[in-house]
């Protein structure tokens, strides 16, 4: 089969949009675990603190390949099987849920004390502190470091190709192997994680300047 560049694009653009989904579901349960476990790790119940700390060493510590491969290829064997889709999606999301944790929990440590004091002394219970005072000045603090997680879970979709995901990387594999054209068809699967690389990067800078535009009254 001779490689074309009208022969390549539909496949890799079918794969692209796979890696889209992947990525954004990915990203919308990474920040989810993020804001929670993250602010479970600062609550004043020990037990709580430990599971959210459990949690972020476990999946820190451990390779997100093969988390993939046990959530895809070894629950079966307990009973539990997960669409590839599915897998990709809650691999991604739990892995990088776990930094984003870290992130966020360092962002809530920089806040003065003497916020959640004065909550206090308005009558605020605890989820109403958390939503009202605390993580809207958390927010700006975490924004770019989040916004680099976006970017690093987007470049680790890729993995998702070998728990057999027809995504962006897994079309390109198939296409090299039919028309062993390698460098032009791993050439544009540059470009388009480049290209969504990018975009993620400026909707984060853009972000960041409406909250500092916010923050300062600009």
């Known amino acids: 089969m001779e490689f074309t560049l009208a022969g390549a694009l539909p496949l890799l653009l079918k794969g692209f949009w796979v890696t889209l989904e992947v990525s954004a579901g990915g990203l919308l349960l990474a920040l989810v675990v993020a804001f929670w476990v993250g602010t479970a790790g600062l609550m004043p119940w020990r037990s709580l603190r430990w599971l959210a700390w459990g ?31 599915l897998t990709a999606i809650l ?35 605890l989820r109403q502190t958390m939503v009202r005072v605390i993580w809207p000045q958390a927010f700006p603090v975490m924004l770019p470091s989040l916004g680099n997680l976006s970017i690093e879970l987007t470049k680790a979709s890729s993995l998702v190709s070998l728990i057999t995901l027809a995504d962006l990387t897994f079309q390109a594999q ?5 028309t062993f054209a390698t460098g032009p068809i791993f050439g544009l699967v540059l470009v388009f994680y480049f290209l969504l690389s990018s975009l993620l990067a400026w909707g984060s800078k853009k972000a960041e300047r409406q909250f500092a535009w916010r923050r300062h009254g600009l």
């Open 55 to 85: 949690y972020v060493e476990f999946f820190r510590g451990t390779s997100l390949l093969v988390q993939l491969f046990w959530l895809y290829f070894v629950l079966p064997f307990f009973g539990v099987e997960l669409s590839a889709l």
């Open 174 to 178: 198939s296409l090299r192997n039919a």
């Open 91 to 125: 691999g991604l999301g739990l892995h990088i849920g776990a930094y984003g944790a870290e992130v966020v929990r360092g962002a809530l440590l920089s806040l003065p004390k003497g916020q959640f004091e004065a909550a206090q002394a308005l009558g605020l219970n």
